[in-house]
């Protein structure tokens, strides 16, 4: 069973508009804000894998990983666990062949310090920190991550904003 398979078996069907994308068209650079424990990474690397050698993928996640805390998951409405930033990098890649860029924080504070030394992405998927605050600063450096300028066409999926 594909990891893909996996998570919607028992997150839910929406995951599918995603790993569709993925599974048809080229995405090397993959940007996830809210690895959690990194599944859905790898989900998303296998699938982009049916389209680009997994090899040449470049997958970034961003998540608080052992920085939450009972104060986070109660303001930003998170799931009450989340990987070790390490043990998840060494996860993703061990399980693919994909290059595992993680960046441990809040993103309100690593994607502003962040964001201007990472590639354009071929995909952004926004399922972190659900607090206003977080989802309006999310959203502002997904469109930084796609285009500088604003003026480039990019896919988008998010829970928050809707499906691809």
């Not at 398979?5 to 995603?18: D, T």
């Not at 940007?31 to 699938?47: C, K």
């Not at 030394?117 to 605050?133: E, F, N, Q, R």
Request: charged letters at 30%; aromatic letters at 10%; hydrophobic letters at 35%.
């Amino acid at each position: 069973m594909e990891e893909c398979e996996r998570i919607m078996s028992f997150r839910g069907k929406h995951y599918a508009p995603l790993y569709n994308y993925l599974a048809n068209h080229e995405c090397c650079d993959i940007l996830e804000i809210g690895t959690n424990t990194g599944a859905n990474a790898i989900a998303m690397i296998q699938q982009a894998a049916k389209k680009v050698p997994e090899d040449m993928i470049n997958y970034y996640g961003f998540d608080l990983f052992e920085e939450l805390n009972q104060e986070l998951i109660d303001r930003e409405f998170s799931f009450d666990r989340s990987g070790n930033a390490e043990e998840v990098k060494k996860l993703i890649e061990t399980k693919t062949k994909a290059k595992a860029h993680i960046f441990k924080g809040n993103t309100n504070i690593t994607l502003p310090e962040r964001i201007k030394t990472l590639p354009m992405m071929d995909l952004v998927y926004i399922d972190g920190g659900h607090s206003i605050d977080t989802i309006e600063n999310d959203w502002k450096f997904y469109r930084r991550a796609v285009s500088p300028y604003e003026d480039k066409k990019k896919e988008e999926n998010g829970d928050v904003y809707g499906g691809v």
